[in-house]
C-alpha cells in the first residue's frame, strides 16, 4: 500500500461509516462501485488505524495523533511530547455522560485563547502547557510521556464517557484532572456568555493522541486530499503534497495529471447535516459520481476503498469494462 505505479493512476480512498448500515436505493453510482468489487480483509479497524497503515507507520494502538495533527498546524516539526486536549460539550441524560465535540461548538479563536490562559496560569506549577493554535484543536505539551491509556476522541461519540476515561499506572493524576478541568471551566467568563447568547458550553477538555511526531516512513504519494487534520499531518510529515480547506472532487481530480497513487479521505462531518443519509447523499453527489465518471473516461486506472472495517474494496479500471459498460 502505498507504492508507487510506474504506468497507472491509482485512487486510494477511506470513507469510514460507510458500510456500518444497509444503503439506501438512492446511492446507485455507490451501490454501482461495490457490486463489483473484490474484497480483502486488513487489521486495521477504524480510520485512523487505516490511515497509519497506508503510511507505513506503527500499528501500535495508541497513535500519535497529538503531534501529527500539531505538525499539520503548526508546522512545527519538533521532538517535544503532545497531547489532544480537545475542548467538549458533555451532556449528562439517563444516567450516563456523552459529549458533543468541538466542532458542535462553534468556537472563535478569542474564546479558545481566553480559556487557554487560564488554563496555562492554574497548571503552571504542573508543567502542563496549552495552546490554541486552532479554535477547535488544543493541545498539552508534557514534561515527560504519560504512564496512562487515553481513548481517541472519534472513540467516544455517542459513548458513555466514564468507560473510556483514562487507565493505567497515573490514572488517578488525569482523571482528578479531567475532573478539576470542569470546575474550572464551569465559571469561566467565556462561558457565561455563550450561556448568554444559548451556544453550547466549553465544559471539558478531553485528552488522547499522546505521543512524539512518529520517524518518517518512506511512502510515494503523489498527492493527498483531505479536511481532516490527521491525513494532513502525516502529509506533512512526509513531505507529501496535500489539498485540504474545501476541496472538492473537480479539483482533486485535476491533480490526477501523472502516474502513481493519490490517497483521498472522506470523512462524517455530521454536525454540517441533518444525518448520515444526508451525508451519504451528498458524497453521491459530489464525490462518487465524479470518481465513476473519471473511472469512464480513464483518468483512473484503479479505485481502491477503504470503509474502514477491515476491508478493502479493489476495482480495476478493466473490470469496470467488462462488467458495467
Known amino acids: ?42 487489521q486495521a479497524s477504524n480510520y485512523l488505524e487505516t490511515l497509519f497503515e497506508l503510511f507505513n507507520l506503527s500499528e501500535d494502538k495508541n497513535l500519535p ?9 503548526t508546522k512545527s516539526n519538533d521532538d517535544c511530547i503532545w497531547l489532544r486536549a480537545d475542548p467538549i460539550y458533555l451532556r449528562a441524560n439517563h444516567h450516563q455522560v456523552t459529549l458533543l465535540e468541538s466542532d458542535y461548538l462553534d468556537l472563535s479563536q478569542s474564546e479558545a485563547n481566553k480559556i487557554i490562559e487560564t488554563l496555562n496560569h492554574y497548571y503552571q506549577q ?44 497515573e490514572q488517578s493524576y488525569w482523571q482528578s484532572l479531567f475532573n478539576e478541568i470542569q470546575m474550572l471551566l464551569h465559571s469561566h467568563p467565556v462561558n457565561e456568555q455563550r450561556e448568554v447568547q444559548q451556544q453550547f458550553l466549553v465544559n471539558s477538555l478531553w485528552f488522547w493522541g499522546a505521543g512524539p511526531l512518529p520517524v518518517s516512513s518512506k511512502t510515494s504519494w503523489q498527492c493527498v486530499g483531505s479536511d481532516d487534520s490527521v491525513a ?19 479539483t482533486w481530480l485535476n491533480q490526477l495529471d501523472d502516474a502513481g497513487n493519490y490517497l483521498l479521505t472522506l470523512i462524517p462531518k455530521y454536525h454540517q447535516v441533518e444525518n448520515r443519509q444526508a451525508w451519504l447523499t451528498q458524497l453521491e453527489n459530489t464525490w462518487f459520481t465524479p470518481i465513476f465518471n ?20 479493489h476495482i480495476p479500471l478493466q473490470k469496470w469494462w467488462q462488467k458495467l459498460f
Not at 501529527?68 to 498546524?73: F, K, M, N, S, W
Not at 508543567?127 to 510521556?145: D, G, I
Open 126 to 169: 504542573d508543567n502542563l502547557e496549552f495552546s490554541a493554535p486552532t479554535p477547535h484543536r488544543w493541545y498539552v505539551k508534557l514534561p515527560h510521556f504519560p504512564k496512562v491509556n487515553f481513548t481517541s476522541l472519534p472513540e467516544v461519540m455517542g459513548k458513555n464517557i466514564y468507560a473510556t476515561l483514562p487507565t493505567g499506572e
Open 232 to 250: 494532513c499531518g502525516l502529509a506533512c510529515l512526509t513531505n507529501t503534497t496535500y489539498i485540504d480547506n474545501k476541496f472538492e472532487a473537480e
Open 65 to 73: 495523533i497529538a503531534a501529527i495533527t500539531h505538525l499539520y498546524d
Open 1 to 42: 500500500m502505498g507504492n508507487k505505479s510506474s504506468a497507472q493512476k491509482a485512487v486510494y480512498l477511506l470513507v469510514p461509516d460507510l458500510l456500518t448500515q444497509p444503503l439506501t436505493k438512492d446511492l446507485p453510482t455507490l451501490k454501482k462501485i461495490l457490486s463489483k468489487a473484490s474484497v480483502k480483509k486488513t
Open 294 to 313: 473519471a473511472l469512464k473516461q480513464k483518468k483512473i486506472d484503479q479505485l481502491i476503498l477503504y470503509p474502514c472495517n477491515q476491508q478493502i474494496l
